[in-house]
Structures are given as structure tokens and as C-alpha cells.
């Protein structure tokens, strides 16, 4: 049974950064695969933020573009979200999400429907 675990989230200022990870077990993925990370603020849905895929082609949603970057190791089999200059909008429940199959630009990468593994989530909460 695959499991996706985050870590690294916590508070920080307007202005700061901060670097999630989330490690994955149970598996090595081969072949084609993508793996995201989403967020949801209270009482918002769930918002994808950044993909990547399995030949480490990136997308970004515009709300982050430039101040978020997505990166693997596949060697520790661990996906990363490294957060800069953070905003309070981007306060959020941060999850990373894996679909181990398939071309990853084949479907709406964004949407949290397109994919099926998911970790648990970390808190990211950023002051003003």
C-alpha cells in the first residue's frame, strides 16, 4: 500500500519561506506518474497549486508562479514544495497527491479528481 507522509509546514511571516516534503512508501514508481501538491484554506475547496511529473516537466497554478517550486529526489523518493515569499492567502492544509500512471498532461493536473493516492497534510499558516 503506497502512503505519502508531509512534513515541514509551520508559521511563519509575510515575506518568509518554507520548504514541505513529503516522502513517499511503499513503492518506487516507474514509468509515467505525476505527483502534485494541492491546499485547502477554511472553508474553501481544495486548490491545486503544483505539478510534477515523472520527466520533472513543472505547471503551476498563477496564484504561485514564481514564488513556488516543485522538485523530486527520487532517490529518497520525496517530493518537495519549496514556498517563497509567502503571502497570508497562501495560509493553508498543504497535501501532496500521487497518480502512478498514465501521461500526466493527459487530464485536468490541477483538479484534485485526478489522482488517487494522498497524504494526510501539513499546516502552513503565514501572519501579516
Known amino acids: 500500500q503506497v502512503q505519502l507522509v508531509e512534513s515541514g509546514g509551520g508559521s511563519v511571516q509575510a515575506g518568509g519561506s518554507l520548504r514541505l516534503s513529503c516522502a513517499a512508501s511503499?513503492?518506487?514508481?516507474?514509468?509515467?506518474?505525476?505527483m502534485a501538491w494541492f491546499r485547502q484554506a477554511p472553508g474553501k475547496e481544495r486548490e491545486g497549486v503544483a505539478v510534477?511529473?515523472?520527466?520533472?516537466?513543472?505547471s503551476y497554478a498563477d496564484s504561485v508562479k514564481g514564488r513556488f517550486t516543485i522538485s523530486k529526489d527520487i532517490a529518497k523518493n520525496t517530493l518537495y514544495l519549496t514556498m517563497n515569499s509567502l503571502e497570508p492567502e497562501d495560509t493553508a492544509m498543504y497535501f501532496c497527491?500521487?497518480?502512478?500512471?498514465?501521461?500526466?498532461?493527459?487530464?485536468?493536473?490541477?483538479?484534485?479528481?485526478?489522482?488517487?493516492?494522498w497524504g494526510q497534510g501539513t499546516q502552513v499558516t503565514v501572519s501579516s
Open positions: 510534477i511529473d515523472s520527466d520533472d516537466i513543472t
Open positions: 511503499g513503492t518506487t514508481y516507474g514509468g509515467s506518474y505525476c
Open positions: 497527491a500521487a497518480r502512478p500512471y498514465g501521461d500526466c498532461w493527459s487530464g485536468p493536473v490541477l483538479s484534485s479528481g485526478f489522482y488517487t493516492i
